[in-house]
T-cell receptor, first 114, second 114 residues
Framework: AQSVTQLDSQVPVFEEAPVELRCNYS??????LFWYVQYPNQGLQLLLK??????LVKGINGFEAEFNKSQTSFHLRKPSVHISDTAEYFC????????????FGTGTRLQVTL | DGGITQSPKYLFRKEGQNVTLSCEQN?????MYWYRQDPGQGLRLIYY???????QKGDIAEGYSVSREKKESFPLTVTSAQKNPTAFYLC?????????????FGPGTRLTVL
């Protein structure tokens, strides 16, 4: 069975500051990793994903994440946040072999203020 | 425009009533999923279907039922047996493939039991 841990339930940050949202996973097999963003009362939008290849993945809205297999982590970063980045961010993992089901973390609320 | 639609956006139900949530996709995806989202708990898988006329229980299937008679449609029925149905329900479909594997989400339906 797989699991995902997002240790920070909330991350407050000032506009134009850098941010890192942490994600650690547990799995006995190779994995695919995803970050999704959710704005209030909306569905989830894919930010970026790691399936294979380069461990540094770039996504939409200036976000990037790095897959670290030895530390079983997939932290999300942005060098300079904007007010519009305020949202809930979810990390998710699936088994690369079957890839049929996603296991989600509990989410991190990013609050950007002036 | 290709995408996933869910209807209605808001749904109110009296205790003891069954209710059906609609999910339609025109992305030609074989696999579809239903998740439940509660505050602070991330997304939990209710049911999923990898092909027409076939579906499997997820982690929290009790009190729910689904059907998959058409590739485009995957309706979810919340039955009166579901003890605490008030939640945000999200439908997703999946694009398979070694470099494309991704679940795409609909806008969600918020169900409130009165």
């Amino acid at each position: 069975a797989q699991s995902v841990t997002q240790l920070d339930s909330q991350v407050p940050v000032f506009e134009e500051a850098p941010v890192e949202l942490r994600c650690n996973y547990s799995s006995s097999v190779s994995v695919y990793l995803f970050w999704y963003v959710q704005y209030p009362n909306q569905g989830l939008q894919l930010l970026l994903k790691y399936l294979s290849g380069s461990t540094l993945v770039k996504g939409i809205n200036g976000f990037e994440a790095e897959f670290n297999k030895s530390q079983t982590s997939f932290h999300l970063r942005k060098p300079s946040v904007h007010i519009s980045d305020t949202a809930e961010y979810f990390c998710a993992v699936s088994d690369a072999g079957t890839a049929s089901k996603l296991t989600f973390g509990t989410g991190t609320r990013l609050q950007v203020t002036l | 425009d290709g995408g996933i639609t869910q209807s209605p956006k808001y749904l109110f139900r009296k205790e003891g009533q069954n209710v059906t949530l609609s999910c339609e996709q025109n992305l030609n995806h074989d696999a579809m999923y239903w998740y439940r989202q509660d505050p602070g708990q991330g997304l939990r898988l209710i049911y999923y279907s990898q092909i027409v006329n076939d579906f499997q229980k997820g982690d929290i299937a009790e009190g729910y039922s689904v059907s998959r008679e058409k590739k485009e449609s995957f309706p979810l029925t919340v039955t009166s047996a579901q003890k605490n149905p008030t939640a945000f329900y999200l439908c997703a479909s999946r694009a398979p493939g070694a470099i494309t594997d991704t679940q795409y989400f609909g806008p969600g339906t918020r169900l409130t039991v009165l």
